[in-house]
């Protein structure tokens, strides 16, 4: 058994079910079908109406003009005792027309009433009898219950003196009839119109919002973690442009997912190799009784060099993280890219000199560019840094400054180790070494090209790699003048 629903918990239900696309489609397709009904029916009813009215008046008139001419021929108003004679022809005549009939003389008083033929002798200032009496046929209708129509006429004697008026009274109940018939059948219509509307749009909206549906569904599963999840796509239209747009955004979240799971595990790996190194090297120490003093240095520069690495590889982390902040603006001056380099040569020069490696600089080109130069310096370094680390002894290192119209190309070429074409790809990954075993005793971290690539790609500019297994590596980049 279900919970059962508290008035507060309906009203929310009612207020997001109205809320809902589907709910907006109904309203809509309502709004659009049914509004023009309801105008069309006041239309139709209205004219339909106007002309009943007109009909029956214009019957009426004809009516009162043959019951004056009667009344004139008979001498009703002159001739007092032929009236009751008369008075069965006139109540005929009212039932025939169902109209009431009344006769007024030429002051007013009425004289017969076919409704109330003992109610004579009264006198009735009736707009209408008061117009015939002066000569001119009077009429209205008013609506009221009904619609009432009255035609008054005047009623002449031979020497066409007006001597009374007489007036038909007419309730147009009939035409009311009709207009609530064509009222209710209107209604039927509507009623119709609406519950098929209802069905229609119970149908469409299905057929368009499920697949918004399924959508939904895939981005809340992709929002609780499940990156695999992926819509299908089984139509071309705007819906399965947004299915393909989340299909891609949950791609590229499990990449990401994926890179920064490797790259914890790396960081894990990477800082617990010296850490292993250090335990190692102490507990062997803390077991070895009086170990000569030599020994201890020999361990404990070994712990300390491996310290260095650990603070070298969190250093670099740190540098990367700080590229990873996007808020983190590049710090741009205009400066001069030549000045950079060789101060760049100048420092790694002592480096280089430790295993008799020269390094040349050519400058085809002096310039200046707009660019972060701490960032650049640091990515350029990296670059002539690996150019020695992986050179032979004894060879050389040229960097070359060149440039176009837009860019400018700075080239760093050694003779070195080289990288196979294998790497070109994966080595400005974070932590990926071409040739690990080496790397080590080189003292790499595999963190250097990443953060040279990250750099450059801040400058929107690009790096190259060209390179052969023992024939050496030529590294280029370009960054936008
Ligand atoms: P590392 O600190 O290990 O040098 P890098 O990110 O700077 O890390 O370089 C990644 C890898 O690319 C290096 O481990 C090395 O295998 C390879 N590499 C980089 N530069 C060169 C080069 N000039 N010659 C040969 N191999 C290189």
């Known amino acids: 058994m279900g919970i059962p629903l508290g008035p507060t918990r309906i009203f929310n239900r009612i207020v997001s079910g109205l809320r809902t696309l589907r709910f907006k489609l109904f309203l809509s397709y309502i709004l659009i079908s049914v509004i023009p009904l309801f105008v069309l029916w006041g239309i139709i009813s209205i004219t339909i109406e106007n002309h009943l009215r007109e009909q029956r ?20 108003i002159q001739n007092p005792t032929a009236r009751p004679m008369h008075a069965v022809h006139l109540g005929r005549d009212s039932a025939s027309f169902s109209a009431g009939i009344f006769v007024a003389d030429d002051m007013g008083v009425i004289i017969y009433d076919s409704q109330n033929p003992d109610d004579t002798g009264r006198l009735w200032a009736n707009a209408n009898i008061m117009a015939a009496l002066d000569g001119s046929p009077g009429y209205s209708i008013d609506d009221g219950d009904g619609v009432l129509i009255q035609t008054a006429m005047p009623i002449l004697d031979d020497d066409n003196n007006i001597i009374g008026a007489v007036m038909l009274a007419h309730n147009m109940t009939e035409a009311g009839g009709l207009i609530a ?9 509507i009623a119709a119109i609406a519950a098929t509307v209802v069905l229609l749009v119970f149908i469409i909206s299905s057929w368009l919002l499920n697949p918004l549906r399924n959508v939904l569904a895939a981005v809340k599963n992709i929002s609780e973690g499940h990156l695999s999840q992926r819509i299908e796509l089984k139509s071309k239209d705007e819906i399965a442009a947004l299915s393909a747009a989340v299909n891609d955004m949950a791609q590229k979240l499990e990449r990401t997912e994926s890179a920064r799971q490797e790259f914890v595990s790396n960081v894990s790996h990477e800082l617990k190799t010296p850490l292993s190194s250090i335990k190692v090297l102490s507990e062997s120490l803390l077991h070895k009784d009086d170990a000569e003093t030599e020994i201890y240095r020999e361990f404990l520069a070994d712990i300390d060099s491996e310290v260095d690495r650990m603070t070298k590889i969190i250093n670099e982390l740190l540098t990367l993280v700080r590229l990873d902040e996007i808020e983190l603006p590049l710090n741009i001056t205009y400066f001069d890219l030549n000045n950079l380099l060789v101060d760049v040569v100048r420092r790694i020069r002592p480096l280089a000199e430790l295993k008799a490696i020269t390094i040349e600089f050519v400058a085809n080109h002096q310039l200046s560019i707009d660019g972060d130069e701490m960032k650049l310096n640091l990515a350029i370094s990296n670059i002539v840094e690996n150019a020695v680390k992986y050179s032979y002894e004894g ?8 440039a ?15 990288i196979d074409e294998d790497d070109h790809d994966k080595i400005f990954a974070r932590f990926y070494r071409a040739d690990k075993g080496r790397d080590r005793e080189t003292g790499g971290t595999g963190l250097g090209l990443a953060i040279t690539h990250k750099t450059i790609l801040m400058h929107k500019g690009s790096i190259k790699l060209s390179s052969k297994p023992e024939e050496g590596s030529i590294f280029t980049i370009r960054i936008p003048r």
């Not at 060879?395 to 060149?402: A, E, F, G, N, Y």
């Not at 176009?404 to 080289?418: H, L, Q």
């Open 57 to 76: 008046l214009s019957e009426l008139r004809s009516w009162t003009s043959q019951t004056a001419v009667f009344l004139s021929t008979t001498n009703f």
């Open 395 to 402: 060879s050389k290192i040229q960097v070359l400054l060149d």
């Open 404 to 418: 176009d119209a837009k860019n400018a190309f700075i080239t760093v070429a050694d003779s070195g180790i080289g």
């Open 181 to 189: 018939g064509i009222n209710s059948s209107t209604m039927w219509l």
